[in-house]
């Protein structure tokens, strides 16, 4: 494990350069375009024309056939009339017209009679001078234009200026009614002879007499006219309407295109190649163009999440690395169980173990990076698991990798024990199939006993699989990538711990000073929103290092004379600074996480032995002060420094027989500010606010457990002893 954990850790340093980090994303993307570009590929099929089909072949995709739209919409073009307009206004105008020619000819009547005569003969005969029938014609014409005149004949003329204007009145009534009955109706070109025929019809077997009949027939022919026209503009704006109405036509996804045993029709050919079945070269280029989108949309999300990440970078490139190598193992537990569908059977993709990849991302990372990853596991798993349908997505196995992988972070997220991982996984299952049994009712499918019974075991087995493969694979991962878990810190504050038993058993008093600051740390920790389960199980491992001599050290010198008196300075101080030194050793061996021997190598410093320091000067004033403070580093974390502070609270106050609230509160000011003066703090990020609460907050929990007790009376206390 040991050369793994080097081995990855070679690669994150990498990731610190662009170029490696560049490099990582794109074999991330190569990764996943090839797991992916099979099942987006447009299918081929080798039928050529007029050969029998050997398989039913569905469409791919949903696709528009144009050439059927088309001809369908040409269909509904032709089927439109030609529209034709009726103009009404016509049957007025030639009524009007056979009106003034009538009128004119009474007008001539009248013009006639109201001639003075010149003379009478005594027979009273009309004068010589009257108008002959020439004339009146002459007036009569001069009343029309030259169009009507052209049109009518002579014989016309003559019947009604030789009629009277009673005559006159009845003819006009006659014509202008049978002219009228006739122009109500639609006359096209074809039907303007059978239109004059009617009005001659009407007109033949009037009362008239027979020159004016002749002539009313004569002017209701020349009425009628054709009133119903070609409009060119309403026909192509019917056509246009017609030709929009209908709706494309489309080769539906999975609609069957030829079915076993048919012939490959000229039809079915085309039908083949327009959904890309048959034509091997541009059918493939939106596919590609597609899913590169796709994945430069993943890759994009992940970056800018992993960029916006509020960690140290080091710690950022680790949990960019440990993500991808989770994140490329599901894609490929995916892609296998994807190749298990070429048996045809229903919903295998349901066996993925879906929770397994949020489980381990939530455990050794973060539980928002665990949704993210949950989210893109579902969108990856939808085209994967498209169940030989190219270029499709299964939502339906999208959302059921969604919700169980949800279902074990969720439930992960309050029960943070490997013990409870297993339990993870059967909530998992649990969630698996009522997700399955909601997306089949939803379809509304019908399904025999079998498939239910086959359905709860893929179910129940992608729950427990991803619960197994989280606990096979979370021990490696951690050790290999350094990681210390919220799991893995909760197993090792176990008192059954081979090395915390070692420390209780060879320096008890360590043991219960341990366990005072690990209260104290983890209190005030939290209380600035570090890891406070780090600062307690650190505090149970940071003077590990004294079981080397537990003799050496005042709190497990019982009964005991204290060795130190009979020692040089120098060898005194050498013996307690090496505690630090011995404790790092003592942790490596036991292959403890680097968190847990940085706060060991740390806690301390690079303070100052006072005491021994003092002692030393009082043989040697020129003693060097360097030879009696600890070697450090200093505290690089808060977590550390915070513990370095209550490692030294606690010693000081148990040293007071009965402290007081204020002596508390002087006792850690004095400290911290020790600290802050001999720039022990410096290399940490600890600010000035958050130190306040740090020394608010061991003040209240120290008073907590050094408040004053009851003083018995003495006579109380020897019943007490006695009873």
Request: contains cysteine; aromatic residues 8%.
């Given at each position: 494990m040991d050369r793994l954990q080097v081995y990855f850790f070679q690669i994150r340093k990498l990731l610190d350069i662009t170029f490696f980090r560049i490099l990582f994303f794109f074999v991330l993307g190569i990764i996943l375009f090839f797991t992916m570009f099979n099942n987006v590929k447009p299918e081929k099929v080798n039928l050529k024309l007029f050969t029998v089909a050997n398989k039913t072949v569905r469409s791919p995709g949903t696709f528009e056939d144009t050439k059927s739209t088309e001809m369908k919409r040409q269909e509904a073009v032709d089927q439109v009339h030609d529209v034709y307009i009726l103009k009404k206004e016509y049957a007025q105008n030639r009524v009007d017209l056979i009106t003034s020619i009538f009128d004119s000819a009474i007008e001539v009547n009248d013009e006639i009679k109201a001639m003075p005569k010149k003379s009478q003969s005594p027979t009273n005969e009309l004068d010589m001078n009257e108008p002959t029938l020439s004339d009146k014609i002459s007036r009569l014409k001069g009343k029309l234009t030259n169009g009507v005149i052209n049109e009518l004949s002579d014989q016309v003329f003559s019947s009604l200026v030789q009629a009277n204007n009673g005559d006159l009145s009845i003819a006009k009534d006659l014509t202008i009614t049978s002219i009228n009955n006739v122009m109500a109706k639609r006359i096209s070109g074809n039907d303007v002879e059978n239109a004059k025929k009617k009005v001659e019809e009407d007109l033949k077997y009037t009362t008239l007499d027979n020159d004016l009949r002749n002539a009313s027939i004569e002017l209701g022919?020349?009425?009628?006219?054709?009133?119903?026209?070609?409009?060119?503009?309403?026909?192509?704006?019917?056509?246009?309407?017609?030709?929009?109405?209908?709706?494309?036509?489309?080769?539906?996804?999975?609609?069957?295109?030829?079915?076993?045993?048919?012939?490959?029709?000229?039809?079915?050919?085309?039908?083949?190649?327009?959904?890309?079945?048959?034509?091997?070269?541009?059918?493939?280029?939106?596919?590609?163009?597609?899913?590169?989108?796709?994945?430069?949309?993943?890759?994009?999300?992940?970056?800018?999440?992993?960029?916006?990440?509020?960690?140290?970078?080091?710690?950022?490139?680790?949990?960019?690395?440990?993500?991808?190598?989770?994140?490329?193992?599901?894609?490929?537990?995916?892609?296998?169980?994807?190749?298990?569908?070429?048996?045809?059977?229903?919903?295998?993709?349901?066996?993925?173990?879906?929770?397994?990849?949020?489980?381990l991302i939530k455990i050794l990372i973060d539980e928002k990076l665990a949704i993210f990853m949950s989210i893109i596991m579902a969108l990856c798993g939808s085209i994967l698991f498209n169940q030989g349908i190219t270029s499709t997505l299964n939502f339906s196995e999208g959302i059921y990798i969604l919700f169980s992988s949800l279902a074990g972070i969720l439930f992960l997220s309050t029960n943070n024990q490997r013990s409870k991982i297993l339990q993870a996984g059967l909530i998992s299952a649990l969630v698996n199939l009522m997700t399955i049994f909601a997306i089949l009712l939803l379809s509304n499918g019908h399904y025999s006993g079998v498939d239910y019974g086959f359905y709860f075991i893929t179910a129940l087995v992608s729950g427990l699989f991803s619960a197994v493969l989280t606990i096979g694979l979370l021990p490696f991962l951690e050790s290999s990538f350094g990681i210390l878990s919220t799991m893995r810190l909760i197993e090792l504050s176990n008192p059954n711990h081979p090395l915390l038993r070692k420390i209780l058993t060879e320096t008890p008093g360590t043991y219960h000073h341990s366990i005072m600051v690990a209260n104290l740390a983890e209190t005030a920790c939290e209380a600035i929103g570090?890891?406070?389960?780090l600062a307690r199980v650190g505090c149970?491992?940071?003077?590990?290092?004294?079981?080397?001599?537990?003799?050496?050290?005042?709190?497990?010198?019982?009964?005991?004379?204290?060795?130190?008196?009979?020692?040089?300075?120098?060898?005194?101080?050498?013996?307690?600074?090496?505690?630090?030194?011995?404790?790092?050793?003592?942790?490596?061996?036991?292959?403890?996480?680097?968190?847990?021997?940085?706060?060991?190598?740390?806690?301390?410093?690079?303070?100052?032995?006072?005491?021994?320091?003092?002692?030393?000067?009082?043989?040697?004033?020129?003693?060097?002060?360097?030879?009696?403070?600890?070697?450090?580093?200093?505290?690089?974390?808060?977590?550390?420094?915070?513990?370095?502070?209550?490692?030294?609270?606690?010693?000081?106050?148990?040293?007071?027989?009965?402290?007081?609230?204020?002596?508390?509160?002087?006792?850690?000011?004095?400290?911290?500010?020790?600290?802050?003066?001999?720039?022990?703090?410096?290399?940490?990020?600890?600010?000035?606010?958050?130190?306040?609460?740090?020394?608010?907050?061991?003040?209240?929990?120290?008073?907590?457990?050094?408040?004053?007790?009851?003083?018995y009376p003495e006579m109380t206390k020897q019943k007490v002893r006695h009873a």
């Open positions: 022919r020349y009425a009628i006219v054709q009133n119903e026209f070609y409009d060119p503009t309403a026909t192509e704006e019917l056509r246009q309407q017609a030709s929009e109405s209908v709706e494309p036509v489309k080769i539906l996804q999975g609609q069957i295109i030829v079915e076993d045993g048919q012939l490959i029709s000229r039809e079915i050919d085309r039908k083949l190649k327009l959904v890309g079945l048959l034509d091997n070269g541009h059918s493939i280029i939106k596919p590609f163009l597609g899913l590169s989108f796709f994945i430069i949309i993943i890759l994009s999300a992940i970056y800018f999440f992993f960029n916006e990440m509020k960690s140290h970078i080091e710690k950022r490139q680790t949990y960019l690395l440990l993500f991808g190598i989770i994140f490329v193992l599901s894609i490929l537990l995916i892609k296998i169980i994807s190749m298990l569908q070429i048996f045809d059977f229903a919903g295998i993709g349901y066996l993925f173990p879906a929770a397994m990849g949020g489980m570090a890891n406070g389960l149970y491992y940071h003077d590990v290092g004294k079981t080397r001599r537990p003799n050496f050290f005042i709190e497990n010198q019982l009964n005991q004379d204290n060795p130190h008196d009979r020692l040089p300075p120098e060898k005194s101080a050498n013996i307690i600074i090496s505690h630090a030194a011995d404790g790092v050793n003592i942790l490596k061996k036991y292959h403890m996480p680097k968190e847990i021997i940085d706060i060991a190598e740390q806690h301390h410093g690079t303070t100052l032995l006072k005491y021994f320091f003092h002692k030393a000067t009082q043989v040697k004033p020129d003693v060097l002060e360097g030879d009696f403070r600890y070697p450090g580093p200093k505290p690089q974390s808060k977590e550390s420094a915070v513990i370095g502070i209550a490692d030294s609270v606690e010693a000081a106050v148990r040293s007071l027989t009965q402290p007081t609230t204020e002596q508390i509160e002087s006792l850690v000011k004095n400290i911290i500010s020790s600290r802050l003066q001999d720039e022990q703090l410096n290399e940490c990020d600890l600010t000035l606010k958050e130190l306040e609460t740090v020394s608010h907050t061991l003040c209240e929990t120290l008073k907590g457990i050094f408040h004053s007790r009851i003083e």
